[in-house]
C-alpha cells in the first residue's frame, strides 16, 4: 500500500462514501489476480474456459441493458459550458458531484472495494501518467491488469506527487436510467455509476486515455490520439513508424496488425504493432513527435474477427484473454462469435446465457458489439518496441473514412496546417446497410468526436500549436480511402494486407523519393507509383488510375458542405483551418 498522503486521502475519501465490507489494494501480483479469478468464478461472474484450449481465458456476460459505450450519458463537466464545445454533452460540476455522490453513496454495502494503480504507457517512460480507479468490480480488475500496467511499481512511481488521475466506478444497480460516464477535466476525475460494461468502466481507458489526456495534452504541449501505432521494417533492417486514425468500420485494427502481401514478405519487408487504439504523442528530444501506446492490451471486437480477417488478432486471444458477451461452446467450453468460423456450435449458451443451437437458431449466439481483452504481448506481430519508455518516432499521421466517392485512394496534404483541415474533415458515408439516406456526410475529425475532452475548435488549434513546435520535423499527414466503388457498387481497391503497398507510397514519399501529382486537394500518386504486381485479377491500371481521379465538380460540393459543417465551432473554428478551406475553394476554382 502506498505512502502518498494525496491518494491515502481520497481512497478514505471513496471509503467512506461507497461504506464496502472490505478494501483490497491491488498489488499487481499474480498469486493476488490468480485468488481474485478465482473469487470470480466462485461468485458465477467469470466462467473459466478450457485450460487446454484457452489458457487463462474466462468468459464474461454482462446484462443486456449494458453492453456498449453510451454517448448519451457521457459527460464532460467543465466549469464553463462553452468549454465543453458543441460536440459533448455538458454537465455543471458542482451539480454532477453531488448527483453522483449521491448514487454511489453506501452502493459498496456488501461488496469489496478494491483499489487499482496503474499506469498508462511503460511505468516511469517521460510520457507515461498514472491513475487510481476504485471498483466494485471483478471483472474491472482483472481487465485493467490486461489493459494497463498495474500494482506497486506504479506507486513507486509516483512517489509523493499528487499529479494522478482519480477514478471512482459503482456498479450499482447497472440502472440505465441512472447511468452515468463523467469526466471532469480541471479536476483530473473520473465518475462511472450503473454501468458494468468495458468502455464504460476501465477507466483507463477512453476516460483516461483520450477525453482527460487529450485536455492535460493541450494544457502541456502534447497530444492524445484515437490512432494505432504501426512499425513497417523494410529488408536492410530499417524501421519507420506511421499513425492512424480511422472511424469505426473503417479498417483500423487490420491496418494495426497488417501482414504484408506475400511478394513483399518473401523479399523481407515486416510489419509490427504497437498500438491498435490510442497513440500519445510528444515532442522528443531530437525534435521529432515520439509516440507511445498507453494500453497494455486489445479491447477488440469479436465478431468478424477470423483467421482470414485479422489472423494476428485472433491469435492474440489464444491465452490470458477475458471473452465478454459471446457464445460459450459447452461441448468444448471455448467460445465462438459471429464471423469466427461457419460451424456455430448446436450445443451452446448464447450471450445473454439462455440456451442456443447456432445450426438452427435465427438469433445471434454473440452480442454485435462482444468483445475480448487480450494481452498486447500475446501478438504474433507485437513491436519489440512496446515497452520501449522513449516510445517510436513517427514519420507520417494517416487519416482515413469510408467514402464510395469524391476521396481518392490516398493523398498527402500541402503542409501541417492542411494536414490538420484534412483531419478536421474526416468523415464517412452511410450506405444502404445504414439507417438514414445514402451516401449522407457523417464527420469524425480525426476520429476523436466522442473522444474529445474539450472544445473541438481549441482541439483543432491545439493541432495547429503543436506544427509550430514541431516546425520542419513534424510528420507528414495522408489520407486514405480504401472504400471507393464503382458503378456496381463494388469495392474497388483490394484492401487488406494490399494495402501495404499503398504504405509503400507513403514511405516513399516521406524518405522523399517518388513524386506526386499536385492537384486541388493535395499531393495524389502517379499511378504507376503504386505497385499493382500480382494483383492482375483484381485491378488494373486504369482502375487505379480511377480511384485515384478527383472529380472538381465532387470536391466543390464538398467544400461547400465543409463550410457548413464548420459553422457548428463558430469563433473557435482556428484562422489556420478558414484559410485551408479557402484555399481549397481557390484551387478548384482555377
Known sequence: MTTNKSVLAWVEEMKNLVTPDEVVWIDGSEEQLDAIRAEGVATGEMIKLNEELLPGCYLHRTKPNDVARVEARTFICSKKEEDAGPTNHWMDPSEAYKMLFDIARGSYKGRTMYVIPYSMGPIGSPLAQIGYEVTDSIYVVLNMAIMTRIGVKVEEVLGDSENWIKGLHASCDVDPEKRYITHFPEDNYIISVNSAYGGNVLLGKKCFAL??????????????????????????????????????????????????????REAGWKAWTVGDDIAWMRKGPDGRLWAINPENGFFGVAPGTNEKSNPNALATTKKGTIFTNVALNLDTNTVWWEGLDKNPPENAIEWKGEPWNGKESTEKGAHPNSRFTAPAQNCPCISDKFNDPAGVPISAIIFGGRRATTTPLVYQSRSWNHGVFVGSIMASETTAAATGAVGQ???????????????MGDYFKHWCEMGEILGEKAPKIFNVNWFRVDENGHFMWPGFGDNFRVLQWILKRCAGTVDADDTPIGFVPKAEDIDLEGLEDEIDIEGLKKILYIDKERWSAEADEIAEYYKMFGDKLPKELSDELAGLKARLAE
Open 211 to 264: 477525453r482527460i489526456a487529450s485536455y492535460l495534452g493541450k494544457n502541456d504541449q502534447w497530444m492524445a490520439e484515437h490512432m494505432l501505432i504501426l512499425g513497417i521494417e523494410n529488408p536492410e533492417g530499417e524501421l519507420t513508424y506511421v499513425t492512424g486514425a480511422f472511424p469505426s468500420a473503417c479498417g483500423k485494427t487490420n491496418l494495426a496488425m497488417l501482414i504484408p502481401p506475400k511478394k513483399y
Open 441 to 455: 456526410l457523417r464527420h469524425d475529425p480525426m476520429a476523436m468526436l466522442p473522444f474529445c475532452g474539450y472544445h
